[in-house]
């Protein structure tokens, strides 16, 4: 490395993420005496820095609510409920520079039919670099906590990375996937983070946002649509009453979809329960031309029928909704392309 490349990463490192554990300041006593030295220096050119690197700051991490509303339209189909919620969920959170408690949103709904990328979504529409942030992080259970016997070694380092990710940054965001699959004590582990305090240990955790993902409920959102649409009835005419009943006798009282929810809805620590219908043939056609443009290759109609053709639909007789959603929408258009 170059000397005045090292200065730089040092600078960097002491400016804006000195308080981050990503990478140790070399010691702490060096820290200080170049710090001291080169305050001037900083100060005329840390603006450069921090637009450089990303840091715990508005440069960084700053709420577009007309970014979100419009990929909310443009990118996520056949979900106007959740598409809704969240929004106002985030608007309203973002908006307030002294919220109670931290955001937490539970997402739900069969596979493909577009949670991961809400969660993506809203990453994208608050921090710069979107889910590549370093500010978010997302846990899966499979593939973090795998092992039921290490329950008890999963619990403290989640407990231990979500304080250390937060006293680096407040505005952190947490996204657990298949909240189904995790161990009900991993979530009683998170619990106290949820909640209303004002600090833990000297910790504010209320300017964090947690969004779990789950298929918890999901045959029951189906059930609902199906309904309306054996009635003949607009799709768009569903609300979230009409599925609140389903999510809570299934979600709450399942015992399949896991005690989890139970806990956290005894104590109100979820803000917005987040239903996502289950997807139409119109839905997988306008995910494969999404895909497309996403893709930088011109949108293709035909092709897009063809993809959705391609896909398997239920219930057996009727065909309504698709298996998988758009799940294999963008394996299917590598082989059509
Ligand atoms: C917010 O999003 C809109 C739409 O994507 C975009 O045109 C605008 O530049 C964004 N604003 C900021 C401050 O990034
Ligand atoms: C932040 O979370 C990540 C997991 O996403 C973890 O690897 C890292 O150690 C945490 N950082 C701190 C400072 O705890």
Redesign the pocket.
């Given at each position: 490395m170059k000397p005045e490349k090292r200065h730089v990463l040092l600078l960097w490192m002491l400016l804006c993420c000195g308080r981050?554990?990503?990478i140790e300041p070399i010691s702490t006593s060096i820290a200080v005496g170049m710090a001291a030295a080169l305050t001037g220096f900083l100060a005329s050119y840390q603006n450069i820095f921090y637009y450089f690197h990303e840091c715990c700051r508005p440069e960084w991490i700053a709420f577009n609510k007309s970014g979100l509303h419009a990929d909310l339209e443009l990118k996520l189909f056949g979900q106007h409920i959740a598409s809704r919620i969240v929004l106002k969920a985030v608007s309203g959170f973002m908006s307030n520079n002294n919220p109670k408690k931290p955001l937490v949103l539970s997402l739900h709904g069969w596979t493909g039919t577009g949670k991961n990328l809400m969660s993506k979504l809203i990453a994208e529409n608050i921090y710069k670099e979107g889910m590549d942030s370093s500010f978010v992080?997302?846990?899966t259970s499979e593939l973090h906590f795998p092992h039921a016997q290490q329950i008890e070694t999963y619990k403290s380092e989640l407990q231990?990375?979500?304080?250390?990710?937060i006293?680096?940054c407040a505005q952190s965001m947490f996204i657990f996937d298949e909240m189904d699959k995790m161990h009900p004590g991993l979530i009683d582990s998170i619990k106290p983070y949820l909640d209303y305090y004002d600090k833990l240990d000297g910790v504010s955790y209320r300017k964090a946002i947690f969004i779990f993902l789950s298929n918890a409920g999901g045959i029951d959102i189906i059930e609902t649509a199906l309904e309306f649409w054996r009635d003949g009835r607009q799709r768009e005419e569903i609300q979230l009453k009409d599925l609140e009943t389903s999510l809570s006798l299934s979600v709450f009282n399942n015992k399949q979809s896991g005690l989890w929810h139970t806990s956290l809805i005894d104590k109100n620590l979820v803000d917005f329960f987040v239903p996502f219908l289950p997807l139409e043939y119109k839905h997988v056609v306008l995910c494969a031309m999404a895909e497309m443009k996403a893709k930088g290759t011109e949108p293709d109609q035909s092709v897009a029928d063809q993809v959705a053709k391609d896909l398997v639909y239920f219930p057996k007789t009727e065909r309504v909704f698709s298996v998988k959603g758009c799940k294999t929408v963008e394996s299917k258009l590598d082989y059509y392309t």
């Open positions: 981050s554990g990503a992080h997302v846990f231990r990375w979500i304080k250390g990710n006293t680096n």
